[in-house]
């Protein structure tokens, strides 16, 4: 650690951007010089990349640039830089490829114990980094949910002055927004928006950031419903997790959104019947319900299979006020079948190998 103690927040996500992208490059070139690589690095690979789009996300937030996020950086840091140099040094013993060698011939043994113990460590660095971030927000949403009342009523002065020193003043507020859409020609994107699909599908193979996605669309969708004139609309949301049982069932996903919903309003228990979610979200008690669900492919397939089915038929119905976000992998095939008649946004589409090689050109070993 000497040295890093003295990096502050902006500099330490910086460096442990880098070094996971350097990581990357390490364990690409693990299973295409070693014929018989475990697969169990590459399944726990996800761990180094977390906390990886987590530096990310701080790069891009000021706010998140703390002492204590950057003490905790600094140890991402420290067990980044021992993992990407066992991977180094199996890299540099098994040559330049041409001829793949065997794990046992590289000691493999040993530094998959020693890699995975890395990978652990990283993940409970990580889980306190997503604390800290937390515990950020929490207190940035109770600033601004203070200072709303002081910005409401500057508006409310504004447009007062406004109606006083136009020829429109004896208009309502209705006729004044209609008079202005007639006037320049436009729709009201409101009404756009509420024509949109129930469900869009974010997809995307690992390590491009789709959790990261997914904490920045909770926290936008949950401003949305509290900032919305209506008390009804409200935001749920479920993050899967494949190492973890209670997060990688249909069941557990289920249980989640209905907590929620019953945390929202508590008349909502009256469905506590067969069809508990879809009767609750169609509740006229709610206007708006916005769900996110991230990592969906990280359920256990068998309860993945009948959920996806059944999201999608209920999805296809449009159901009045819900708005569905499923972000995930494009496997198993049961999640590429029930998502395929809806909307898509694809974050890697067909452009590994050019990124893999952008990334040899441009970052040193």
């Known amino acids: 650690m000497a040295g890093l103690e003295v990096l502050g927040a902006l500099a330490a996500a910086s460096q442990l951007a880098a070094q996971g992208l350097k990581i990357a490059i390490f364990v690409s070139d693990l299973y295409s010089k070693v014929s018989d690589a475990p697969e169990s690095i590459r399944k726990q690979f996800i761990q180094v990349e977390q906390p990886i789009d987590t530096a990310r996300l701080i790069e891009r937030n000021p706010q998140l640039q703390t002492d204590q996020v950057a003490s905790i950086l600094c140890n991402c840091i420290g067990e980044a830089e021992n993992l990407k140099q066992v991977l180094a040094s199996i890299s540099a013993a098994a040559g330049d490829g041409k001829v793949r060698k065997l794990w046992t011939s590289l000691d493999g043994v040993a530094k998959e114990k020693r890699i995975l113990a890395l990978v652990s460590n990283l993940e409970r660095e990580k889980s306190s980094l997503m604390l800290c971030i937390g515990i950020i927000d929490s207190a940035l949403l109770s600033t601004v949910h203070n200072e709303l009342p002081i910005i409401s009523g500057k508006v409310a002065a504004i447009h007062d002055a406004m109606q006083r020193s136009t020829v429109t003043s004896q208009l309502t507020a209705e006729q004044w927004r209609d008079h202005c859409l007639a006037a320049l020609f436009l729709v009201d994107p409101l009404d756009d928006r509420a024509e949109l699909v129930t469900l869009l599908w974010l997809s995307g193979g690992p390590g491009k950031g789709k959790t990261m996605l997914s904490i920045f669309l909770t926290e936008e969708l949950y401003k949305t419903a509290k900032q919305s004139q209506s008390a009804k609309d409200v935001l749920v949301y479920f993050f899967c997790d494949n190492r973890d049982n209670r997060r990688n069932t249909a069941v557990a996903i289920l249980r989640g959104l209905i907590w929620q919903l019953i945390q929202q309003d508590s008349n909502l228990l009256d469905h506590i019947l067969p069809r508990i979610f879809e009767n609750m979200v169609q509740d006229p008690v709610l206007d708006s319900v916005f769900c996110v669900l991230d990592g969906l492919d990280e359920c256990d397939k068998h309860s993945l299979e009948g959920f996806s089915e059944k999201l999608r038929g209920f999805c296809s119905k449009s159901p009045p006020g819900l708005k569905v976000i499923v972000v995930s992998r494009e496997l198993p095939n049961c ?23 952008d990334l040899r050109k441009s970052i040193p070993r």
Do not use: K
């Open 335 to 357: 999640i590429s079948r029930a998502m395929s008649s809806f909307p898509r946004v694809r974050l890697d589409p067909d452009s590994d190998r050019e990124i893999r090689d």
